[in-house]
């Protein structure tokens, strides 16, 4: 079992988070961010800035990214208008209109565990190419 990693800003606030951090993005999709370093890997600062997406950390609390010169400058806490299991919920819907249901009950780190193992179990789309000069299933 990984356990969630504390980490402390050194910079205008001392608010803190635990990671990993859990993201709900514009679409819904949730992903998952395991330390600072990988925040600006996965996502846009711009789009961090202007809020496009909702942080929780590993404790449940909701959390904004502050966005410093294009870096990450620390944490604040923030009132997301949606809590992290209703945000599992919802993306654990969009997961069941593609085939994979998820349970939603335990800790963060369960029910993350669980979207991972039903994302595994939907069917992979056809490449491009595939789709496009690919035959015809129903021949």
Known sequence: MKWPVFVSYDFE????AL????????DGE????????????????????????MFWDAAEHGLRILINKGKVGGVEKADNKLTLQ??????AEQLAERGAAVD??????????KIEKAKESLPRP??????????????
């Open 104 to 113: 939603t009950s335990g800790t963060p780190e369960e029910i993350w565990t």
């Open 86 to 91: 209703q945000s599992f919920e919802e993306y």
């Open 13 to 16: 606030m001392d608010d803190k």
């Open 19 to 26: 990671f990993p951090l859990y993201v709900r993005v514009d």
């Open 126 to 139: 056809r490449a491009l190419f595939s789709r496009l000069f690919g035959r015809n299933s129903s021949r």
């Open 30 to 53: 949730m992903m998952r961010i395991d330390n600072a370093d990988r925040i600006l890997y996965h996502l846009e600062a711009v789009d961090i800035a202007n809020d496009e997406y």
